[in-house]
């Protein structure tokens, strides 16, 4: 009996769920901090979910959302978790948040910082977040977050152009071989394409200028994009947010179990 008791307290994970604008993932991660399992939907259903939670031993469970709480989740997973957190300004973090309107800080700004915080200790990290938006968001090596900046994403650009003029065409990101658009098409993209590497790459040397050993973190949708094009200059960490969500859950259990 008691090599099973063993057995079983070692298969207890964590489920950790970002919704973001566009997509939402559900992460389950074991003990040792690996992740286990990556659904990623448009939303999830009471009954998909449950079938994660039947499948996998969830002990603790954390929620972030860029858009409007999500009390859905906490309803369908009932008193089947030992921990529930709906990520808030409010919710215990394991840095420093610097942040002056901390109420408006976006769920995903935060944890993308604590999961490049825990990857890098004792580093000036620069996060990149290139999703629906492009997020850049500044941790020194004390573990001070203290904020970054707020742009339009790679779509979210082509969309514009398309929407706020008469005749210019809706196109999307290609490959290209030239930095010269020799059609309407080609000249959209590699204005935008090649433009958002050059904003990254002017915020890049920006911070450098007062912090020479950053190292750049670059996650989201367009990351692997990013980390191409800039020459192994950033370290593309696809699932960070969800990394961070899961030190954040890790670290409320440990307060409360210490408690």
Do not use: W
């Amino acid at each position: 009996m008691q090599l099973f008791l063993v057995f079983f307290a070692a298969t207890l994970m964590n489920l950790c769920i970002d919704i973001g604008n566009t997509r939402t993932k559900l992460a389950v991660f074991d003990q040792d901090g690996s992740l286990i399992k990556l659904i990623i939907r448009d939303q999830f259903t009471s009954g998909k979910l449950d079938k994660v939670l039947k499948k996998y031993e969830i002990q603790h469970a954390i929620v972030s959302s860029v858009k409007k709480k999500q009390g859905k989740y906490k309803r369908m997973m009932g008193n089947k978790v030992k921990t529930f957190i709906e990520l808030s300004h409010e919710t215990p973090i394991p840095i420093h948040n610097m942040y002056q309107t901390p109420e408006t800080l976006g769920n995903d700004r935060l944890a993308g910082v604590v999961g490049a915080a825990a990857i890098f200790p004792g580093n000036d990290i620069l996060v990149v977040d290139a999703g629906t938006c492009i997020k850049y968001d500044f941790i020194d090596a004390e573990g001070r977050y203290f904020g970054g900046s707020i742009l339009p994403g790679i779509e979210m650009r082509f969309k514009a152009l398309h929407t706020f003029t008469d005749r210019l065409p809706l196109v999307h990101r290609d490959n290209l071989e030239t930095h010269i658009g020799d059609t309407t098409l080609t000249s959209i993209q590699t204005g935008i394409q090649f433009g958002v590497v050059y904003e990254l790459k002017g915020f890049i040397a920006k911070y450098r200028e007062i912090h020479p050993d950053l190292r750049v973190l670059a996650t989201g949708g367009d990351a692997t994009f990013f980390e191409t094009q800039m020459e192994n200059q950033i370290f593309a960490v696809p699932d960070l947010v969800l990394m961070g969500l899961n030190q954040i859950l890790n670290y409320n259990v440990i307060q409360t179990e210490e408690a």
